[in-house]
């Protein structure tokens, strides 16, 4: 079983850039894949970024795709979501989740983190 823990949410400005950071506990981190996803009120959830265990594939949301980068750092046991020219519209709160299915990208995610909120102003 592994535990998640968002960090790195915040308030910026519109064209602004924030990188959020997700620690996981254990010591199979390197077994898993890794996702970020985002939920506004009122909405479902929206698969934002992917990246396989391996680190050597990532996949992308078409609306972040450029301005959004997955990265992880398996010796930290630490996945990062990097994000580049923020729009009001990325507005919310961020979750990762962590998959050890061995299928990339993974269908389901079992384990999910509290989430951490973005909020980007006009």
């Known amino acids: 079983q592994v535990q998640l823990v968002e960090s790195g949410g915040g308030l910026v400005q519109a064209g602004g850039s924030l990188r959020l950071s997700c620690a996981a506990s254990g010591r199979i981190f390197s077994s898993y894949s890794m996702g970020w996803f985002r939920r506004t009120p009122g909405k479902d959830r929206e698969f934002v970024a992917s990246?396989?265990?391996?680190?050597?594939?990532?996949n992308y949301a078409d609306s972040v795709k450029g301005r959004f980068t997955i990265s992880r750092e398996n010796a930290k046991n630490t996945v990062y979501l990097r994000m580049n020219s923020l729009k009001p519209e990325d507005t919310a709160v961020y979750y990762c989740?962590?998959?050890?299915?061995?299928?990339?990208?993974?269908?389901?995610?079992?384990?999910w983190g509290p989430g951490t909120q973005v909020t980007v102003s006009s």
């Open positions: 989740a962590a998959d050890r299915s061995g299928t990339y990208p993974p269908l389901t995610y079992a384990y």
């Open positions: 990246i396989r265990w391996t680190g050597d594939n990532m």
